[in-house]
C-alpha cells in the first residue's frame, strides 16, 4: 500500500503561479512513476503530468510549457510547478503513484491517488 499527501493549492488569479507538493509513504520502493491528475466539476479525470523514476516526463498537451513536473526519489515525493494559470486549470489536483509489485514470477500494478487538493483560477 501507498499513501499520498498532497499540500498547496488554493486561489490565484489568471497567470499567476502556484506550487503543488505530494508525498508518498508506505511501500514507496515498487514506485515507477508519481505525478499528476486532475478533475474540473462535470469532467472526467485527467493526466496533468507523470514522471519516472528515470526522469521521463509526459505532459498533457493542455499545460505543455506552462507546468513542470519534477521528483525527488530520495523522499518518494512529486512536485507540480503550475505557471501562467488559467480559468480552464481549475480542478481537484490529484497526486498519483504507480507501483509493480513482482511476486512468483508475475508483476501485479497498482494505482494509487491522494485526497486531492482545490486549485481556482479566478479573478
Known amino acids: 500500500q501507498v499513501h499520498l499527501v498532497e499540500s498547496g493549492g488554493g486561489l490565484v488569479q489568471p497567470g499567476g503561479t502556484l506550487s503543488l507538493s505530494c508525498n508518498a509513504s508506505?511501500?514507496?520502493?515498487?514506485?515507477?512513476?508519481m505525478g499528476w491528475y486532475r478533475q474540473a466539476p462535470g469532467k472526467e479525470r485527467e493526466m496533468v503530468a507523470t514522471v519516472t523514476n528515470g526522469g521521463m516526463k509526459n505532459y498533457a498537451q493542455s499545460v505543455k510549457g506552462r507546468f513542470a513536473v519534477s521528483r525527488d526519489t530520495a523522499k518518494s515525493a512529486v512536485y507540480l510547478q503550475m505557471n501562467d494559470l488559467k480559468p480552464e486549470d481549475t480542478a481537484v489536483y490529484s497526486c498519483?503513484?504507480?507501483?509493480?509489485?513482482?511476486?512468483?514470477?508475475?508483476?501485479?500494478?497498482?494505482?494509487?491517488w491522494g485526497q486531492g487538493t482545490q486549485v481556482t483560477v479566478s479573478s
Open positions: 498519483y503513484a504507480h507501483s509493480v509489485v513482482l511476486s512468483w514470477g508475475a508483476q501485479f500494478p497498482y494505482d494509487y
Open positions: 508506505g511501500d514507496t520502493f515498487n514506485i515507477d512513476v
